[in-house]
């Protein structure tokens, strides 16, 4: 099937602790996102990447990091410089361009939890 | 700035009843509109879509409606069901180059049974 995987689902970290969550789609979509979710929030956009080897900042990339190596990967690092890394980290995939371009398929979300 | 808004938080609806789940947009630029349904645990999925050029589109049991004028998005659910209980976003964007979609914050529907 094809589909976005994130993972881990869950994950506990200790202050002044790196985390990378891991995003592979297998939708051969140009495109992928990290979104942040938090409660009662809707999406805010971390970081963005249209092609391989290429990454742009959204609107709270503060505190995050990125690599595109590969077409189906993009992980993101949650640095410890990320004031309140507690949240739901969503990874989504799209088209760039032409028809289906912004129709985000995501995937089941992350959780991380900073003790 | 611009945003994209919606007008309340929860919904609470009985089963079988038609739901109406309302947006605003205060960005004109945007001609680009998607519903998405989000289920607890779970990522956002599309539901529908509507293009600034259409005041109404229908999909299954779902209908979306714009109104540019009053800049005003809504999504009908017909005959609600407890599956469709979720977290509903809409999300706009403009269709030119380097456009990004801008969410809601999401409203919940409840659904009685």
């Known amino acids: 099937d094809g589909g976005i995987t994130q993972s881990p689902k869950y994950l506990f970290r200790k202050e002044g602790q790196n985390v990378t969550l891991s995003c592979e789609q297998n939708?051969?979509?140009?495109?992928m996102y990290w979104y942040r979710q938090d409660p009662g929030q809707g999406l805010r956009l971390i970081y963005y990447s249209q092609i391989v080897n290429d990454f742009q900042k959204g609107d709270i990339a503060e505190g995050y990091s990125v690599s595109r190596e590969k077409k189906e990967s993009f992980p993101l690092t949650v640095t410890s410089a990320q004031k309140n890394p507690t949240a739901f980290y969503l990874c989504?995939?799209?088209?760039?361009?032409?028809?289906?371009?912004?129709?985000?398929?995501f995937g089941a979300g992350s959780r991380l939890t900073v003790l | 700035g611009e945003s994209v808004g919606l007008h309340l938080p929860t919904l609470s609806v009985q089963e079988g009843d038609n739901s109406i789940i309302n947006c605003a947009y205060s960005?004109?630029?945007?001609?680009?509109f998607i519903w998405y349904k989000q289920e607890s645990g779970k990522g956002p999925q599309f539901i529908i879509d509507?293009?600034?050029?259409?005041d109404k589109r229908q999909g299954q049991r779902v209908t979306v409606l714009l109104n540019k004028t009053v800049k005003h998005l809504s999504l009908q659910i017909a005959a609600t069901q407890p599956g469709d209980s979720a977290v509903y976003f809409c999300a706009e964007t403009s269709t030119g180059a380097n456009s990004k979609l801008t969410f809601g914050k999401g409203i919940t529907l409840s659904v009685r049974p």
């Open positions: 509507i293009r600034s050029n259409m």
């Open positions: 989504a995939s799209s088209n760039w361009q032409g028809a289906g371009a912004n129709v985000l398929t």
């Open positions: 960005n004109s630029a945007s001609d680009y």
């Open positions: 939708l051969n979509h140009d495109a």
